[in-house]
């Protein structure tokens, strides 16, 4: 598994998807997980 590494405040190490997914949606919103999503669909 992939470790994301989140600049906050305080450094903090985000280890697992469900975990990942959740800080994506929190600081950035559910459009950003969907983003690339139909350009792959286009190859």
Request: aromatic share 6%; hydrophobic share 40%.
């Amino acid at each position: 598994v992939q470790r994301l590494a989140v600049l906050s405040d305080s450094r903090k190490e985000i280890s697992g998807t469900v975990e990942t997914l959740v800080t994506i949606v929190q600081q950035q919103g559910w459009r950003q997980l969907f983003s690339g999503l139909s350009i792959n669909y286009l190859k």
